[in-house]
Structures are given as C-alpha cells and as structure tokens.
C-alpha cells in the first residue's frame, strides 16, 4: 500500500494506491476515510486494476476548505475527475459506498466521458426527485431527531462529536447484532439531545473490526474533524437545486449494486425490489448483491464476498 499526497482540483488530497492496470477509482462515505476499503485494494490489485482509494475533501489528510458550499456535488465530482487526470489516465471506473455511493451516482451522470462504469454499495439509485431529499425528510421528521436533518445545524454535530470521536465511531461501526448499552435518551425530539446519547453504547468490537482500526479511525477524526463531512449532508439541498438538468437523465454506464441485506439504508428491499427501483433509471444496472445477515459496512463486514462480487463486475467490462 502506497499512501501519498497529489493535487487534484486545486486541492491537495491523500490516496491510498497498489497495483497496475485501468484505473479503478474508491469512494469513501461518512464517517469514512480511505482506510474503509484497506480489504478491497489489495484484492483488486491482485485482479490487475489499478486500484486507488482518496482521503475525500474534508476527512483524513486531505484538505478541508472552509465554506459549507464547497463540498457541493460540483465541488467533489471535480475532485475525482481531477484525480484521474493528475494519475495520468483518461477514465476511470467508480466504487462507491454510503456518501461515496451518492456521490459516485452522480458523477456517472455529470460526468460520463470520465466514469465508465459503477460498483455502488449501500445506496441505490431510482433517479432525480420531484424534491430534495432533506425536504423529504423534514416532512417526515418533523421536530423529532433525525440524524440527516440535525446536520443541517450550523455548527452542532461536529461539536458534539469533535469533543468525543470515540464514542460516535464506536457506537456506528457495528454489526445489526451488536450488543449495545441501553441509549441514554429515547425522547424522540431533536431538543431532547444530540446523538451520541441517542445510540446505545458498544458492548464489543464487532468480529470484523480490530481495535486497532477502530484507533486509526479516531485517529484520523482527530486530526481531521468531522466539520468536513458533515458538510456534504448540508449541500443535499443544494445539489438538488444546482442540477435540474438531471430530470429524467440515465446512468447509462455498467452498473453493479452491492450492500448488506440488514443495511438501514435499504430498509428490508429485495434485490428484486432494487432492481425493479433503479432499473428505469439505470438500464445497464448488471445486477443487485446483498450479502445476508451483513449492515450497512458491507466492504468492511464481508470483505470477501465483496471482492469477488467487485472482481467479477470488472472482469465483465472487458
């Protein structure tokens, strides 16, 4: 593993690179670094791609720019489309997962002649909304907490979570049956509290997770905030409104959609159900993976069944 610093859309970001071959690019999601895909790298290298993993804008050793507005899609998009310049390629494929997915959908779409192909894992793609999706949420959230809109707050989230990096890292990177503590508050209003307190502490690492990664994890968000990442949330809004002309457009690129069957995100969906959501959005969607009895960190939970499925996409584009 080679771990070194590029300029890349005028921004300097870390990336984490091994092997030789066409590119294959991984994006990280929240809270996330490059380090989320330490098990896929290697497996994909060996497979002879070219396999190379940023520290996305606003986490680890990357920059972190200061205005909320620059972690937009058009902020980001451009950074990885400035990586596979600054790596000497033309194209690349996508591999995205959680924020990473979201973003990679995206630039399928912003930026086709750059990305030819897409592993997506954790979020699924069915099109643009007849709204944002935070005003989704609003609706439906009301005064009671939900994480996506309590990032919306100026300010509040990375303070509550720069102050304990630990206990917000421990208490999300679990599996569906980790044991927890019981949550200290369950008033479901948002001014009951912030989240920390809302998710029952960890009784344990999960199986699949060593206490040292759970210490590099803290590590990194200790030197790099949360600030940064939590600003990709607040541009929901702004994405949604700077990219009207993605009404009706098609991720027309080889698809390959990969998450654990127990993953919130996916809220119990089949993989035919998947299937039939993003199909007409994504005619060339080659198939739907969900692993049984895996969360929403699926490369890090069932990491080999993961590179195959991701090797086996790549050895069909050819």
């Known amino acids: 593993m080679n771990l070194r610093f590029i300029q890349a859309n005028g921004i300097t970001l870390r990336i984490a690179e091994m092997g030789s071959g066409p590119l294959v690019l991984f994006v990280h999601g929240w809270p996330e670094s490059w380090y989320s895909w330490r098990h ?47 790596l000497g390629e033309k194209s690349a494929v996508l591999v995205g997962h959680d924020w990473g997915a979201i973003v990679a959908w995206q630039c ?27 005003e989704s949420f609003r609706q439906a959230w009301g005064d009671n907490f939900f994480y996506v809109l309590y990032f919306q707050e100026p300010g509040v ?11 917000i890292l421990s208490r999300l990177y679990l599996s569906p049956d980790s044991p927890r503590e ?20 960890a009784k344990g690492l999960p199986d699949w997770l060593t206490s040292e ?70 005619p060339q969607l080659r198939g739907v993976t969900l692993i ?11 990491a080999a069944e993961t590179n195959a499925a991701i090797v086996e996409f790549l050895r069909g584009l050819a």
């Open 40 to 86: 896929q790298l290697p497996a994909v290298a060996a497979a002879g791609y070219r396999a190379v993993a940023p520290d996305m804008r606003g986490f680890g050793k990357s920059d972190k720019p200061e205005a909320v507005e620059d972690y937009d899609i058009h902020h980001v998009g451009a950074d990885l489309v400035g990586l596979v310049e600054a």
């Open 108 to 134: 399928m779409l912003l930026h086709p002649d750059r990305f030819t192909a897409l592993v997506a894992m954790s979020v699924p793609h069915g099109g643009r909304g007849s709204r944002s999706i935070v």
């Open 157 to 167: 989230a990375e303070k509550e979570f720069d102050a304990d990096p630990r206990a």
């Open 182 to 201: 019981a949550p200290l508050v369950t008033d479901p209003k948002r001014a009951a509290g912030g989240w920390i307190p809302r998710l029952g502490a």
């Open 213 to 282: 990664d759970l210490d590099y994890y803290v590590a990194e968000f200790t030197h790099a905030g949360f600030r940064g990442g939590i600003n990709y949330y607040r541009n929901f809004q702004r994405n949604w409104d700077t990219t009207p002309q993605l009404a009706g457009a098609q991720v027309r690129q080889p698809v390959l959609f990969i998450a654990g069957a127990r993953d919130i995100v996916i809220r119990g969906a089949s993989a035919e159900q998947l299937t039939a959501m993003m199909k007409p959005a994504v």
């Open 292 to 302: 049984p009895d895996v969360g929403h960190w699926v490369q890090q939970e069932s």
